[in-house]
């Protein structure tokens, strides 16, 4: 019984540890970091969309761009949805308004990407899904560009 105590205190204690790593990793990114980094994870997930067999899935990665793209508070961010976005910033417009300048220019790119995001979050046919995650990277790749 005490070892199995200690192995659950150990792991509370080193799962404890790797959260205020992780918030603290994410309290040091500049706006302009954050952005960057959760763009590349959200083209990523793009790409990855369009590889997918099953609509759930194509569904699940394209909502981890539209987490990426909102960050938590957004009206379409789904928490039941995992994605490495939330240790990177607030969300890529949240921290693009942070940033401002050249970020904040940028802006009509990252609504675009929620709008094409959402589009094959609705669809209803894998075909529609694919060519609209399809979209959703063509956009999210132009945005890279206006971010240079």
Request: hydrophobic share 45%.
């Amino acid at each position: 019984m005490a070892m199995r105590t200690r192995s659950l205190t150990f792991a509370l204690l080193v799962g404890a540890i790797a959260l205020v790593s992780t918030i603290s990793f994410a309290a040091n990114m500049t706006p302009e970091a954050s952005v960057t980094e959760q763009w590349k994870y959200a083209l990523d997930q793009s790409k990855e969309a369009q590889k997918m067999t099953g609509m759930d899935d194509v569904k699940t990665g394209i909502q981890k761009v539209i987490n990426c793209l909102e960050g938590p508070q957004g009206p379409n961010h789904d928490s039941m949805v995992k994605d490495k976005c939330g240790t990177m910033g607030k969300g890529m417009m949240v921290d693009a308004k942070a940033a401002g300048g050249k970020y904040m220019k940028a802006m009509p790119w990252f609504e675009l990407a929620t709008d094409v995001a959402m589009i094959s979050k609705k669809a209803t046919t894998m075909e529609k899904a694919k060519a609209a995650a399809w979209a959703t990277q063509t956009v999210l790749e132009h945005l890279g560009a206006a971010l240079k």
